[in-house]
T-cell receptor, first 113, second 113 residues
């Protein structure tokens, strides 16, 4: 039962354009969401997060949007750079679930020159 | 430098043998996690621990065991009961408060032959 889903396994974008990575969740009790970036054979690194009381959080080229009614969040990267090519995971904490952090299946982003 | 150390980076074992993966952190984090990554499966939670001498099963705990005798250490044993042990294993930690980013180690690639 995949509670955090990333339905696009891959995305290809041209350098300089916007990358939009999507994530859907099924459990309305998730109350904090994070995005991680991962290179092959390395551990994920944290990018940006958002609390369920907000609908947008921005950090430089990265913006996360949260639509609670649709149980959907997205990560926007603009402008996209070749170094952004990696696998991106969304993750969520469950309210009252202690520290249990659930991850999605990931989206492979390729930024082309 | 503060961080999470997983060792070894690559590990080979014969089928039927138990193997223990090491995870050490010097970030003074209370919570620690073990995830497994398989192609197309994202990061799946095996076990997590919110505090010393306490741990909870994640979504795929069968065939694994953990201990948390020290705050800094959270070793994972892959037992012979784990049917598909070959995978990339990731350890992470976070501060005790919920809704904070988790920091990851560099991972251990376990291959069972």
């Amino acid at each position: 039962d995949q509670q955090v889903k990333q339905n696009s396994p891959s995305l290809s974008v041209q350098e300089g354009r916007i990358s939009i990575l999507n994530c859907d969740y099924t459990n309305s009790m998730f109350d904090y969401f994070l995005w991680y970036k991962k290179y092959p054979a390395e551990g994920p690194t944290f990018l940006i997060s958002i609390s369920s009381i907000k609908d947008k959080n921005e950090d430089g080229r990265f913006t996360v949007f949260l639509n609670k009614s649709a149980k959907h969040l997205s990560l926007h990267i603009v402008p996209s750079q070749p170094g952004d090519s990696a696998v991106y995971f969304c993750a969520a904490y469950l309210a009252g679930g202690g520290n249990k952090l659930t991850f999605g299946t990931g989206t492979q982003l390729k930024v082309e020159l | 430098d503060g961080g999470i150390t997983q060792s070894p980076k690559y590990l080979f074992r014969k089928e039927g043998q138990n193997v223990t993966l090491s995870c050490e952190q010097n970030l003074n984090h209370d919570a620690m996690y073990w995830y497994r990554q398989d192609p197309g499966q994202g990061l799946r939670l095996i076990y997590y621990s919110q505090i010393v001498n306490d741990f909870q099963k994640g979504d795929i705990a069968e065939g694994y065991s953990v201990s948390r005798e020290k705050k800094e250490s959270f070793p994972l044993t892959v037992t012979s009961a784990q049917k598909n042990p070959t995978a990339f294993y990731l350890c992470a930690s976070s501060i005790s408060s919920v809704n904070t980013e988790a920091f990851f180690g560099q991972g251990t690639r376990l291959t069972v032959v």
